[in-house]
């Protein structure tokens, strides 16, 4: 028989195993239209970003991250369902996220989190496709594309649609007129994690910056007023932005959860051009995107080529780069690894907890987008653009390519920019990717 003194020896370890698995919590920063070289981590010359430096020297930065689409709806669909944009029941903006879905927020919320969608949601605005209704707890924010930073109105409807108010907390609008939407954003986000300190948390903080319009404080636009003026209030709305990011993480810090946070950070597409975010009618030249070809709706890289994060102190520290290719859907599958939470088996993503701190390779063997008419696919540095378009903000740029250049392949580790088209000198690789990606289309729902 055990002895008293080895049963209670034994007592720990019994206890340890039956224990369950830390439950982390979870930290999603997901801004809007920001251009990939457009933060400091990213090489920015003239945009400072201190607090999102600080998460890149303490965290794992993707050089060959994708957003599942170059436009925001589909985009945080696929962010928060794990599947691509078709999949997901959002193949263009304008589209609702179908009741029911097994979205994140429900997935954590059912493990036991508090789960809070604070921000931008631009998946649904009826009962039944709010974000109380996917598995949000707390919501503080819109429901449509964008809203005036200070009036908290959408104005670019009309002549169809009349603008309209919209803010909301939960499931009642609310008024806050005058106040600036980023520190609302931040305010909310923090007292969210102050009312629940006891508990695992999800926080969805869904930055609506740098989206048009151009708004920002005098206090942010001081910090670049050696800026021309577009560059100066796009660059003091990412201010705002990392401020945001800075508050989030001191509130962590103070109550001691910060070692158990994973931070998942990323922009929904690249920068747009569009005149509603210019000057004087023009297009706007404000965003970058840095050494890559096209912008905001575009599927060459400029589109959706993103800068990305992911920190976890509990699990690594230290600055590391992984060049391995990932996209947004494997945000979902990656936070239920890390939460201990089987994903739906529905998923598209791929979990990337092995990939940021174990150095795996990529578990994509090729990745795919449609999007406007376009269609492109990844599969290892090749990429192939069909009816591609750059959205340059030029007459031309807002046309399919033509004639050969309708088919685009490019090797990425060579050409970044895209500015070759290899299509006469591999034309068997062409065959076989476009191949493969009408062989993927065939899958999505029509």
């Not at 890289?301 to 800068?307: A, I, L, R």
């Not at 795996?360 to 990745?367: K, L, R």
């Not at 088209?421 to 899958?443: C, F, H, M, Q, Y």
């Amino acid at each position: 028989m055990m002895s008293r003194r080895a049963f209670l020896g034994s007592a720990p370890l019994a206890a340890a195993a039956q224990r369950p698995p830390l439950q982390p919590n979870v930290v999603l920063i997901v801004v809007d239209d920001l251009g990939a070289g457009d933060l400091g981590f990213q090489g920015s010359p003239d945009i400072r970003t201190p607090n999102l430096d600080a998460l890149a020297a303490d965290g794992v930065r993707f050089t060959n991250w994708y957003s599942n689409a170059p436009v925001c709806a589909p985009a945080r669909a696929s962010i928060l369902t794990g599947m691509y944009p078709a999949r997901a029941g959002v193949p263009a903006n304008r589209r609702a996220l179908t009741p029911g879905t097994r979205t994140l927020a429900r997935l954590l919320r059912d493990a036991g989190y508090a789960t809070a969608c604070i921000g931008k949601w631009h998946l649904g605005d009826t009962e039944d496709t709010v974000p109380n209704a996917h598995g949000f707890q707390y919501f503080y924010g819109f429901h449509s594309g964008c809203v005036d930073f200070y009036s908290h109105r959408f104005y670019w409807g009309e002549p169809a649609r009349a603008n309209f108010h919209d803010l909301w907390r939960n499931r009642e609008e609310i008024f806050e007129d005058g106040q600036y939407l980023t520190t609302r954003i931040t305010e909310e986000s923090g007292r969210f994690l102050e009312r629940h300190r006891g508990q695992p948390c999800f926080l969805y903080a869904a930055y609506n910056a740098p989206h048009y319009p151009m708004h920002a404080p005098d206090a942010y636009t001081r910090r670049f007023a050696h800026l021309p003026l577009e560059r100066r209030i796009y660059a003091a709305m990412i201010a705002a932005v990392d401020d945001g990011v800075g508050v989030i993480r001191e509130t962590l810090r103070a109550q001691n959860r910060l070692e158990e946070t994973l931070f998942i950070f990323v922009s929904d597409n690249g920068a747009t051009t569009e005149r509603r975010a210019g000057l004087d009618q023009k297009p706007a030249t404000a965003g970058s995107s840095g050494k890559y070809r096209g912008y905001k709706f575009s599927l060459f890289d400029g589109g959706m080529h993103v800068p990305a994060l992911i920190s976890w102190t509990g699990r690594h520290t230290g600055a590391k780069t992984v060049h391995e290719v990932a996209m947004s859907m494997d945000i979902l599958p990656t936070v239920c690894a890390a939460a201990h939470i089987a994903p739906p088996d529905e998923v598209d993503g791929r979990n990337l907890l092995p990939v940021a701190f174990e150095g795996a390779p990529s578990p994509h063997e090729a990745i795919f987008w449609e999007s406007g008419g376009q269609k492109a696919v990844r599969k290892g540095p090749w990429k192939l653009v069909v009816d591609g378009r750059t959205f340059d903000g030029t007459p031309a740029g807002s046309k399919p390519l033509a004639g050969v250049d309708a088919m685009w392949l490019s090797n990425l580790d060579e050409d970044p920019g895209e500015s070759r088209n290899l299509r006469a000198w591999e034309p068997r690789l062409v065959d076989e990717l476009a191949t493969a990606l009408e062989s993927w289309r065939g899958k999505q729902p029509r």
